[in-house]
């Protein structure tokens, strides 16, 4: 009965007894299936005692629909298998070893902003800026307690790895090692402390490993390619020298680095756990032929070799792709899309729409409302409700008090040039919270403008009360049937009958500050993700216009966009109608195309390289403005940003706020002296317009 409806790969994975074991399960592959009846062979088979059976998920929901499953299947009783996260179970086995003692076990510190926020207001800082600085710090010792680097350890650490937080790497470590005393003197553990305290036990105390591994025998990890060096020193302490243990995970889902994930331990499971073996599950039996195609075009197009998964369910819709004017004109599309093809009786949980980044919730949460659609956003709450938007609405009332006649329109503006600012240098971890901080402030700065629109002489305080009112959502319900909005990395996990994947653009999708080979890897995983929750219908939209502060910015279509456009057609030469691309689009790339052609013909240097006179002056401008300025030279650009200049050649402001790393702010300041020096340096066609 355990087998019946499986595949041939699904019962080689259910049965294999060689331990170590792999499996590595692609997006509708059935990986929870195998996985609750992998346990459950082994059980009934006398492989394993159900008592002694431990399954590690990611995430409650989870571990309680594996237990679901298993009761289901009736081979385990009240008494039978142990499943919970990570922390959980380490929280509980820290607790046994605490009462064992007679020791009191410190008291959990659910957040760390508790303790952080005082620490990073006594270095100066005030205001609203102080709980998004605690936020940033917050998630750097994170990641670096799943990497077991101490707060000592710390600067060499982050320095080797690259990551250059916004306020410093010794700023950063002052801070995480003040946490770290502050919170021993009040008796608080953190999560993190979880991991790194049982591991710990399980390294240093005998009685302690020997007991939790009698007590649990056969260890089951689901989504490892997620894990933490952090974690897996626990599954290894859990598993000492024996080698019965099952993983579960797909290294091209692998999205969670800016964490601390490693999805090393998956990639390289037999160098990891030595003589293991692999099963592999290649077959999607949640989404369409169409749907499968256009994600595996995507990941075909990154250049890594891999076997390819395979669609088993009936022929669907070809998956469209659709530029609107503004993002304005996106959401509102989606909404009236949405609201279209829901027939009578049909519940609005069939259809998500997903986006890179939480700022981009708002445009929808808006249309949804004045279309009447009922939606629930997942994750970080409603727009209003964020730290990073809290924060950037307290600091235009604190610009009223200091400034009270100043007009609205003047304050978001203001507000737009100090956030353009905030986090001008940092890795990728640093970047994304200056990138979301902009986000949300374009967000309001361009909400603020439509109040100002309805009442030019309205003040901070009559916008402030006019964002309640029309984001208050008051007939959409939190739970029950609605419509949901999530990130990508939100929606790992889940399926929909009908996917919008909005907002593909460059800059957004991939990300800007996604710069180095790696990080563009996990961007092109995280779309991989975005489009695979798809079970028939998939929709890929973008705005040709986004409001960037004050100012709304030309924009152009994410480069992942033509594999999936190709494969589309592939599919259904019909599918070439699917998309219907501007006449200024089509204008700009046949005018590309013959500077090409024309290259080509004169034998000059690849359009894709950057000139390297260019670039050369390009560097030597940021230097003489650094020293002007008396900062450091990424503090006017990235290295990154004056490349892309020195390969695309902008000639126009337009086409100069095309280039990753460009905003509003940077091409109001620099521009001129960026565009005359193109100008001086292009000795052939070079790109006016995108």
Request: contains cysteine; charged residues 30%.
């Amino acid at each position: 009965r355990l087998l019946d409806d499986l595949d041939e790969a699904q019962r080689a994975a259910v049965t294999c007894e060689q331990l170590p074991l792999a499996i590595v399960a692609g997006p509708g592959s059935g990986k929870t299936r195998v996985l609750t009846r992998r346990i459950a062979w082994r059980i009934a088979t006398g492989q394993a005692e159900a008592s002694r059976v431990l399954a590690v998920t990611f995430t409650r929901k989870a571990a309680a629909e594996l237990t679901s499953r298993l009761g289901a299947l009736g081979v385990i009783d009240d008494d039978g298998v142990s499943a919970g996260t990570l922390h959980s179970i380490a929280l509980a086995q820290l607790r046994r070893r605490a009462a064992a003692r007679d020791q009191t076990m410190p008291g959990l510190l659910e957040r760390k902003a508790r303790l952080l926020v005082p620490l990073v207001a006594g270095t100066g800082r005030r205001g609203p800026d102080t709980v998004a600085t605690a936020a940033d710090v917050a998630g750097e010792i994170e990641w670096a307690k799943a990497r077991l680097i101490t707060a000592d350890d710390y600067p060499a650490a982050a320095t080797r790895l690259g990551r250059t937080p916004a306020v410093g790497v010794d700023t950063v470590a002052g801070l995480y090692a003040r946490y770290e005393r502050e919170k021993r003197r009040a008796r608080l553990v953190d999560f993190d402390d979880l991991l790194w305290w049982c591991g710990d036990a399980l390294e240093t105390d005998p009685d302690f490993a020997a007991e939790q591994r009698w007590r649990f025998r056969h260890l089951f990890v689901d989504e490892f390619q997620d894990i933490s060096p952090a974690q897996l020193r626990l599954v290894r302490g859990w598993l000492g020298d024996r080698a019965d243990l099952t993983v579960v995970g797909d290294p091209d889902q692998a999205i969670f680095s800016f964490t601390g994930a490693d999805p090393t331990a998956l990639t390289d499971f037999r160098r990891v756990f030595p003589g293991a073996h692999l099963v592999r599950l290649e077959r999607n039996y949640r989404s369409t032929p169409q749907v499968v195609h256009a994600a595996e075009a995507l990941l075909a197009d990154g250049g890594r070799r891999r076997r390819p998964r395979h669609a088993m369910c009936s022929d669907g819709p070809v998956p469209t792709i659709t530029d609107y004017d503004s993002e304005a004109d996106e959401a509102a599309g989606v909404a009236a899309r949405i609201r279209e093809a829901r027939a009578p009786g049909r519940p609005w949980s069939d259809f998500a729409v997903l986006y890179r980044t939480n700022a981009q919730s708002a445009a929808f949460e808006e249309a949804f409302i004045a279309a009447g659609i009922p939606y629930r956003v997942r994750g970080d709450g409603r727009f209003l409700d964020r730290p990073a938007v809290r924060a950037m609405l307290e600091r235009l009332r604190e610009a009223d008090v200091a400034a009270p006649g100043m007009p609205l329109t003047a304050h978001l503006t203001d507000l737009d040039l100090d956030t353009d600012t905030d986090g001008a240098a940092g890795d990728e971890e640093s970047a994304r919270s200056a990138d979301e901080r902009r986000q949300h402030t374009a967000a309001i700065v361009r909400l603020g403008r439509e109040y100002a629109a309805i009442d030019p002489n309205g003040s901070v305080d009559g916008f402030l009360a006019w964002l309640r009112t029309a984001l208050r959502n008051e007939d959409a319900p939190v739970d029950g049937d609605a419509v949901e909005l999530l990130t990508f990395h939100r929606a790992k996990g889940l399926e929909f009958d009908t996917v919008y994947v909005t907002g593909l653009e460059r800059g957004l999708v991939p990300i800007a500050h996604a710069d180095e080979p790696a990080a563009r890897a996990e961007e092109r995983r995280l779309l991989y993700v975005a489009l695979t929750r798809a079970e028939h219908a998939l929709h890929l939209t973008w705005a040709r216009r986004r409001t960037l502060g004050s100012r709304e910015c030309g924009r152009a279509p994410s480069p992942w966009l033509e594999p999936i456009e190709a494969a589309t057609r592939a599919s259904d030469p019909s599918a070439t109608a699917a998309r219907a691309p501007s006449p200024d689009r089509v204008r700009d790339e046949l005018e590309r195309a013959r500077d090409r052609v024309a290259r080509a013909g004169s034998g000059d240097r690849d359009d894709d390289a950057p000139d390297p006179e260019l670039l050369a002056a390009l560097v030597e401008w940021r230097r003489t403005c650094a020293r002007a300025a008396a900062v450091p030279a990424y503090v006017i650009f990235h290295d990154t940003t004056l490349r892309a200049i020195a390969t695309l050649r902008p000639t126009r402001p337009s086409a100069l706020l095309e280039v990753s790393g460009i905003g509003p702010v940077k091409a109001a300041r620099y521009g001129d002296a960026v565009l005359e020096i193109v100008r001086r340096h292009t000795d052939g066609p070079a790109l006016a317009s995108a």
